[in-house]
């Protein structure tokens, strides 16, 4: 089985791709989550977990979900993390949790708005291309049991991972600059798509309830470009994954 959690569909997209090419069944974390449910894997089945890499850290829904997961230790287990550019220490503290076998970090397009910009189309397309291909390694590599460990950490790490990971948890993560302009039609995608029903309409807009996720779907997604983040979304470009970058 293959859990993956995804905002703007880059995770989702490796995980599907991943259960294609190694003949396995991709489930999302969210809508596991979100069901009040529990993930039970056979034993002796390998385990696969694809997510995209927040603060250089595994998101927090990920790292509570494979606390829960009941697995067989023995079991070959396996993971992928997406990332802009580098993973700092995500899997080894992902690892700590659930002890993985193998693991991967691939380079995909950047969604993290609040920061830095969408890249330029034609890396968007270069980074979509590239990880097809490696994704074909990779999963040669899950078919025939490889013990491989392969993730770009990037410079300074451990202290990315150490210190930023968790200051982003406790100081960051607020949802309160969200807000949506007068372009909002109450269309309800933002409500719809929040992986962590975080969003509510009220009077045909949407409202945020205080448990974000900070995966930035609402943002990215939204067909009008209505809804911002403070400042710090302004004028940026908006991401969401699609195969249309393969062509
Ligand atoms: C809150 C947040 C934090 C992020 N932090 C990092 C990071 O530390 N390093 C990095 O390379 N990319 C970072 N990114 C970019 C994403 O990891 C990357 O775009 C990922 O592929 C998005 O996956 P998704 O489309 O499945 O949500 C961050 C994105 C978000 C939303
Ligand atoms: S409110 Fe927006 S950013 Fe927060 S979890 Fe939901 S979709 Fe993601």
Same mark, same amino acid.
């Given at each position: ?53 927040? %603060?250089?850290?595994?998101? !927090?829904?990920? &790292?509570?979900?494979? @606390?829960?997961? =009941? #697995? ?14 580098? %993973?700092?220490?995500?899997? !080894?503290?992902? &690892?700590?949790?659930? @002890?993985?076998? =193998? #693991? ?144």
């Amino acid at each position: 089985m293959i859990y993956y959690f995804s905002g703007t569909g880059n995770s989702k997209w490796v995980a599907e791709e991943l259960a294609r090419l190694t003949c396995d069944t991709a489930v999302s974390i969210a809508d596991i989550v979100r069901s009040g449910g529990h993930a039970e894997v056979p034993e002796g089945q390998p385990v696969g977990l694809v997510f995209p890499v927040y %603060a250089w850290l595994p998101p !927090e829904i990920v &790292s509570s979900f494979v @606390s829960e997961l =009941s #697995a067989d230790k023995d079991a070959y287990r396996w993971a992928v993390c997406t990332c802009g550019d580098d %993973a700092g220490r995500a899997m !080894e503290k992902l &690892s700590k949790k659930f @002890s993985l076998t =193998s #693991a991967w970090s691939l380079r995909m397009p950047n969604n993290y708005i609040r920061s830095f910009d969408t890249d330029p189309e034609d890396t968007v397309r270069e980074k979509i291309r590239g990880a097809k291909q490696r994704l074909k390694q990779i999963a040669q590599d899950i078919l025939e049991r490889k013990k491989v460990w392969d993730i770009q950490s990037g410079r300074l790490a451990g202290l990315k991972s150490a210190l930023i990971g968790p200051a982003f948890n406790k100081f960051a993560r607020d949802d309160k600059p969200f807000y949506s302009e007068l372009s909002c039609t109450g269309y309800g995608l933002c409500e719809s798509l929040c992986p962590a029903d975080n969003i509510r309409l009220e009077g045909g807009r949407p409202i945020w309830l205080g448990h974000c996720l900070q995966c930035l779907a609402c943002i990215h997604r939204c067909p009008e470009r209505a809804i911002e983040y403070g400042k710090e979304t302004k004028g940026k470009g908006r991401y969401y994954f699609s195969e249309k970058y393969l062509d």
